[in-house]
């Protein structure tokens, strides 16, 4: 069995697959078939307990006493769709994720056999989960672990995934009466149960910029740009990127005539999250050279990346399967006096700069987890943009929770 951690995935060894979700607290779990634009066809793609079946997917009930779960039988998907999302929220009303752990098991439906679990990490104020997508890849179905939280309970997962909803109150002791939310024109109910009061519904974001809860594109249509949280995967016409790259980091000094020295480094785990080695400007090359660092910039003067660490990606060995690229003030500068913070993935044969991710906030810490590498299981590498503050001066201090942030 796998231990999932957020951006990874696996090939299904099972046609029918069953995904349940348990926490100390009840939970609601719903799933929802996604076309190729990643939003539902109608109000029959949205499963739940009171709709609780759809093509090829159904909702399982267990009756208080067992997890809710998601059964997908893939041989009876239909070819329209692309991938089923299952989602999770809180049974009581307004309920959020702090101090709840909530965990997804993948199994064979038919066995009950288990397949890999995820448990999302850093959960706070979300009030609704996306926890795990069933999708197809070139005729094969795999799973992938997302973890995507929403502070606007099941609405807001709706709303991403192109279905309009609104509030219609009902009777909490007659949950019969509750009818399923209907996908866009024809706007119905949602669950009252996890749904809060709604505000007028945003307009749908463009297409060229992939929503957070789905948020993966790949290299084909030149230079990426990514907001926080949202993931590439290093794939250009079919094939993974597999050659050198360089992660280039850099920065200003928030205030004209101040020098800022900060450290960018990066940081290798095994698929277990176990810390391997870590690349910086003590230790300029790491896992048998696959990874070297270009040495230390003490004032962040000047045009240009800062500081370098260039990565063979195909060099870089199986038991490592993270890679967390992190930026540290060693003298005790906060984040608040540096200024166009970036990172961004160039591909080292020809200079193309491939992917930019620049910190759109800062705040009064000594480090910052910039943007990590994922191997999946097929061999490709996903990137996705990070931006989270840590107290930390030195990269020793970033391995724990960055080891938490996988």
């Given at each position: 069995?796998?231990?999932?951690t957020?951006?990874?995935?696996?090939?299904?060894?099972?046609?029918?697959?069953?995904?349940?979700?348990?926490?100390?607290?009840?939970?609601?779990?719903?799933?929802?078939?996604l076309?190729?634009?990643?939003?539902?066809?109608s109000?029959?793609?949205?499963?739940?307990?009171?709709?609780?079946?759809?093509?090829g997917?159904?909702?399982?009930?267990?009756?208080?006493?067992?997890?809710?779960a998601?059964?997908?039988?893939?041989?009876?998907?239909?070819?329209g769709?692309e991938?089923?999302?299952?989602?999770?929220s809180?049974?009581?009303?307004?309920?959020?994720?702090?101090?709840?752990?909530?965990?997804a098991?993948?199994?064979?439906?038919?066995?009950?056999?288990?397949?890999?679990?995820?448990?999302?990490?850093?959960?706070?104020?979300?009030?609704?989960?996306?926890v795990?997508?069933?999708?197809?890849?070139?005729?094969?179905?795999?799973?992938?672990?997302?973890?995507q939280?929403?502070?606007?309970?099941?609405?807001?997962?709706?709303?991403?995934?192109g279905?309009?909803?609104?509030?219609?109150?009902?009777a909490?002791?007659?949950?019969?009466?509750r009818?399923a939310?209907?996908?866009?024109?024809?706007?119905?109910?949602?669950?009252?149960?996890?749904?809060?009061?709604?505000?007028?519904?945003?307009?749908?974001?463009?297409?060229?910029?992939?929503?957070?809860?789905?948020?993966?594109?790949?290299?084909?249509?030149?230079?990426?740009?990514?907001?926080?949280?949202?993931t590439?995967?290093?794939?250009?016409?079919?094939?993974?990127?597999?050659?050198?790259?360089?992660?280039?980091?850099?920065?200003?000094?928030?205030?004209?005539?101040?020098?800022?020295?900060?450290?960018?480094?990066v940081?290798?785990?095994?698929?277990?999250?176990?810390?391997?080695?870590?690349?910086?400007?003590?230790?300029?090359?790491?896992?048998?050279?696959?990874?070297?660092?270009?040495g230390?910039?003490?004032?962040?003067?000047?045009?240009g990346?800062?500081?370098?660490?260039?990565?063979?990606?195909?060099?870089?060995?199986?038991?490592?399967s993270?890679?967390?690229?992190?930026?540290?003030s060693?003298?005790?500068?906060k984040?608040?006096?540096?200024?166009k913070?970036?990172?961004?993935?160039?591909?080292?044969?020809?200079?193309?700069?491939?992917?930019?991710?620049?910190?759109?906030?800062?705040?009064?810490?000594?480090g910052?987890?910039?943007?990590?590498?994922?191997r999946?299981?097929?061999?490709?590498?996903?990137?996705t943009?990070?931006?989270?503050?840590?107290?930390?001066?030195t990269?020793?201090?970033?391995?724990?929770?960055?080891?938490?942030?996988?």
């Amino acid at each position: 069995m796998t231990a999932m951690t957020p951006g990874s995935n696996i090939p299904l060894s099972a046609v029918r697959v069953a995904v349940d979700v348990t926490a100390p607290v009840r939970l609601d779990v719903s799933g929802l078939l996604l076309s190729a634009d990643g939003k539902v066809r109608s109000d029959d793609d949205f499963i739940f307990y009171n709709q609780p079946s759809g093509p090829g997917v159904t909702y399982r009930s267990g009756g208080g006493t067992a997890p809710d779960a998601i059964v997908v039988d893939t041989s009876a998907v239909p070819p329209g769709i692309e991938k089923i999302v299952v989602t999770a929220s809180p049974d009581a009303a307004g309920q959020s994720f702090q101090g709840i752990e909530p965990t997804a098991t993948v199994r064979d439906a038919d066995t009950g056999s288990p397949l890999a679990t995820f448990t999302p990490p850093r959960l706070g104020s979300e009030t609704a989960l996306v926890v795990i997508e069933v999708y197809r890849r070139q005729g094969a179905w795999k799973a992938r672990a997302v973890g995507q939280g929403y502070a606007n309970g099941l609405a807001g997962i709706a709303t991403d995934f192109g279905v309009t909803v609104e509030e219609e109150p009902a009777a909490r002791a007659a949950p019969p009466a509750r009818q399923a939310p209907r996908a866009h024109p024809q706007p119905a109910a949602v669950d009252p149960r996890t749904a809060p009061p709604l505000p007028p519904m945003p307009p749908a974001p463009p297409a060229a910029a992939p929503a957070a809860s789905s948020g993966k594109i790949n290299l084909d249509k030149g230079r990426v740009s990514l907001q926080k949280n949202q993931t590439v995967s290093l794939v250009k016409g079919g094939r993974p990127l597999l050659s050198q790259v360089k992660m280039g980091l850099g920065w200003e000094p928030a205030f004209r005539g101040k020098d800022i020295d900060l450290d960018a480094s990066v940081i290798a785990y095994g698929p277990d999250r176990k810390h391997l080695d870590s690349c910086y400007f003590g230790k300029l090359s790491i896992l048998n050279g696959a990874i070297k660092h270009s040495g230390d910039n003490l004032t962040g003067e000047g045009a240009g990346d800062d500081e370098v660490i260039v990565v063979d990606l195909g060099r870089i060995p199986a038991e490592a399967s993270g890679l967390v690229f992190t930026v540290n003030s060693f003298t005790g500068q906060k984040f608040t006096e540096v200024a166009k913070a970036y990172c961004r993935l160039i591909d080292a044969a020809t200079g193309e700069e491939l992917v930019r991710f620049e910190l759109s906030n800062t705040e009064p810490q000594t480090g910052v987890m910039m943007a990590k590498l994922i191997r999946q299981f097929s061999g490709e590498w996903e990137m996705t943009a990070m931006g989270e503050y840590v107290k930390s001066r030195t990269v020793r201090g970033m391995v724990k929770p960055a080891s938490a942030a996988l």
